[in-house]
C-alpha cells in the first residue's frame, strides 16, 4: 500500500468518526440538577423539573414541576407557585396556559383532581387547591401546559409554598431553579 494512499484512507477514517463523536443526540426535554460551582439553591431545597418545548417565544412550552414524597411530610392542601418579575418582564406568560396535577414522577400519572386555581399576574402567584388533601409522601406533579416562554433565556426560581393539614400558615418546600428558553428555534 502506498504511503499517498494510507493517509487519504487515514484521514477519511479520522474526519468520519470525528464527526460522529461531534454531532450529539439532541435532547427531548432540558432536565435539571446541573452543577452549581458558588451559591445557588441548597440541594435539600432544590425541586427536580423538566421542560418541553423550550425554546424563546415558544407558545407550547410544558413544565413539568415535579416534587418528590419526601419532601411533603404531611398532607396537602393548597400549594402556591411564585415565580419571578423577571419572567413576564421578558415577555413570557400563564394567559393560556393549563395546570393539572398528576400523581408520581417524571411526567406524572393518573391526574389529580384540581377545585380551583388562581392565577395572580399582579403577584406573580399560581394558588393550586386539591379537591382532596395530597397525602403524606406521595410524590407528584404540577404540569403547566401552553405556557408562552420570555423572549430571552434566563434562569427563573419558581418557589414552592404548601398549606398543610391543620396548618394556619404556608411552608416552604422548595425552589425549582427554572432555565427557560434554553433550546434554539427548531430544536424541539
Known amino acids: 500500500m502506498s504511503i499517498k494512499r494510507w493517509l487519504s484512507q487515514s484521514l477519511f477514517g479520522a474526519l468520519a468518526v470525528s464527526g460522529l463523536a461531534i454531532a450529539g443526540g439532541t435532547a427531548i426535554a432540558q432536565t435539571t440538577e446541573g452543577l452549581t460551582i458558588f451559591g445557588g439553591i441548597d440541594p435539600e431545597y432544590r425541586l427536580s423539573y423538566f421542560i418541553d ?6 407558545t407550547r412550552s410544558r413544565y413539568y414541576l415535579r416534587i418528590a414524597g419526601g419532601k411533603v411530610p404531611r398532607e396537602v392542601l393548597e400549594l402556591q407557585i411564585t415565580y419571578p418579575e423577571a419572567f413576564e418582564e421578558n415577555g413570557g406568560h400563564f394567559t393560556n396556559a393549563n395546570i393539572e396535577l398528576r ?37 407528584f406533579v404540577v404540569v403547566i401546559s401552553e405556557v408562552r416562554n420570555p423572549n430571552r433565556y ?3 426560581f419558581f418557589v414552592l409554598d404548601v398549606l398543610y393539614q391543620g396548618g394556619v400558615l404556608r411552608d416552604f418546600v422548595g425552589i425549582w431553579p427554572l432555565e427557560v428558553a434554553a433550546e434554539l428555534p427548531g430544536d424541539d
Open 103 to 139: 400523581e408520581g414522577t417524571g411526567r406524572g400519572g393518573a391526574t389529580i383532581a384540581v377545585d380551583e386555581i388562581v392565577f395572580n399576574s399582579d403577584e406573580n402567584i399560581i394558588e393550586i387547591y386539591p379537591d382532596e388533601p395530597i397525602p403524606a409522601n406521595k410524590s
Open 53 to 58: 418545548h423550550n425554546s424563546r417565544r415558544s
Open 154 to 156: 434566563g434562569n427563573h
